[in-house]
């Protein structure tokens, strides 16, 4: 298991467009820390219900998994990017059928 013990510079007080961001910028980058300590913030943020549309509506999927797809080797972003997608697809509801059919779009 990974550890979820506070690193450094974790987002915490990110709001989501800001955090989103973060995980753009780490995504793009070479820095894979710095996207798994972004993409733990938002899957933490994401674990508790009634979120999931707030982060899709800031892109927090799309972001997510452009992060899994340039970062493809480092466990910790794909552990996290992975929690995060399935937290905000969660739901058998319209809208959880819609954040999940967004998921699958983006990639």
């Known amino acids: 298991?990974?550890?979820?013990?506070?690193?450094?510079?974790?987002?915490?007080g990110m709001d989501w467009?800001?955090?989103?961001?973060?995980?753009?910028?780490?995504?793009?980058?070479?820095?894979?820390?710095?996207a798994a300590t972004a993409l733990r913030e938002v899957a933490k943020r994401t674990a508790s219900a009634g979120t999931e549309e707030e982060a899709a509506n800031a892109g927090a999927l799309e972001a997510a998994v452009?992060?899994?797809g340039?970062?493809?080797a480092h466990a910790g972003v794909q552990?996290?990017?992975?929690?995060?997608i399935?937290?905000?697809c969660?739901?058998?509801?319209?809208?959880?059928r819609q954040r999940?059919?967004?998921?699958?779009?983006?990639g």
């Open 86 to 88: 399935f937290n905000i």
């Open 17 to 34: 467009g800001q955090l989103v961001v973060a995980v753009e910028r780490a995504a793009g980058g070479s820095e894979s820390e710095a």
């Open 90 to 96: 969660w739901g058998t509801d319209a809208a959880g």
């Open 70 to 72: 340039r970062h493809g």
């Open 66 to 68: 452009r992060a899994m």
């Open 1 to 12: 298991a990974l550890d979820d013990g506070g690193a450094v510079g974790a987002p915490a």
């Open 79 to 84: 552990y996290y990017a992975c929690t995060a």
């Open 100 to 106: 999940a059919q967004r998921a699958a779009d983006a």
